[in-house]
Nanobody, 118 residues
Framework: QVQPVESGGGLVQAGASLRLSCAVSGRTLGSFAVAWFRQAPGKEREPVAVINWNDGASYYVDSVKGRFTISRDNAKNTVYLQMNGLKPEDTAVYYC???????????WGQGTQVTVSS
């Protein structure tokens, strides 16, 4: 059973940085894709960044390009989301999800809260 577990959320001021971690247990990620999603109060969950474990290819939603970076550590089976220049509109619960390919995520973490104050 693949199980992502997020950590690293918190309360920060606008302009600050945070790094989220997603440790994935249950199997080596080989050809999997791992994504970060977020859901703000009253809004639908949206994809933020995705990384292809095999070749490291990554994709970002336009609103975070240039500020967020997704990366992976093969040895630790962990994906990171480095978030710089945080804005109040980045406030949300951030979820990590893993699946066999881009766009299909069968395994989800419980989420970690990120709150950015102005």
């Amino acid at each position: 059973q693949v199980q992502p577990v997020e950590s690293g959320g918190g309360l920060v001021q606008a302009g600050a940085s945070l790094r989220l971690s997603c440790a994935v247990s249950g199997r080596t990620l080989g050809s999997f894709a791992v994504a970060w999603f977020r859901q703000a109060p009253g809004k639908e969950r949206e994809p933020v960044a995705v990384i292809n474990w095999n070749d490291g290819a990554s994709y970002y939603v336009d609103s975070v390009k240039g500020r967020f970076t997704i990366s992976r550590d093969n040895a630790k089976n962990t994906v990171y989301l480095q978030m710089n220049g945080l804005k109040p509109e980045d406030t949300a619960v951030y979820y990590c999800a893993a699946g066999p390919r881009f766009g299909r995520y069968d395994n989800w973490g419980q989420g970690t809260q990120v709150t950015v104050s102005s």
